[in-house]
């Protein structure tokens, strides 16, 4: 029973997890998205696979950092 329980909790923490590994995947890509369409000449964005983003150019860390920061808060 003991055992089972901490299985359970595992599970929950392994899902919270990839939750937010999945948020910052969103928040990040759609903020190089956005200053790539607000700047084309500056940076351009390329998401060839779900699990590949090949960026050139100069980003804007500031804002990258609050769009991080917001999603991990619970931000829009």
Same mark, same amino acid.
Do not use: F, H, T
């Given at each position: 029973?003991l055992e089972e329980k901490? $299985? ?6 392994? /899902? ?5 590994? !999945?948020? $910052?995947?969103?928040?990040?890509i759609g903020e190089l998205? /956005?200053?790539?369409?607000? /700047?084309?000449?500056?940076?351009? +964005?390329?998401?060839?696979? !779900?699990?590949?983003? +090949? +960026?050139?150019?100069?980003?804007? $860390?500031? !804002? $990258? ?6 999603? +991990?808060?619970?931000?829009?």
């Open positions: 029973m901490w $299985l359970l909790e595992e599970n929950d923490r392994l /899902r919270e997890k990839l939750m937010l590994e !999945e948020k $910052l995947k969103e928040a990040i998205k /956005r200053q790539a369409a607000n /700047r084309p000449q500056s940076l351009k +964005v390329d998401g060839s696979s !779900e699990e590949e983003l +090949v +960026v050139n150019g100069k980003i804007d $860390l500031a !804002e $990258l950092a609050m769009v991080i920061a917001g999603s +991990v808060a619970g931000g829009p």
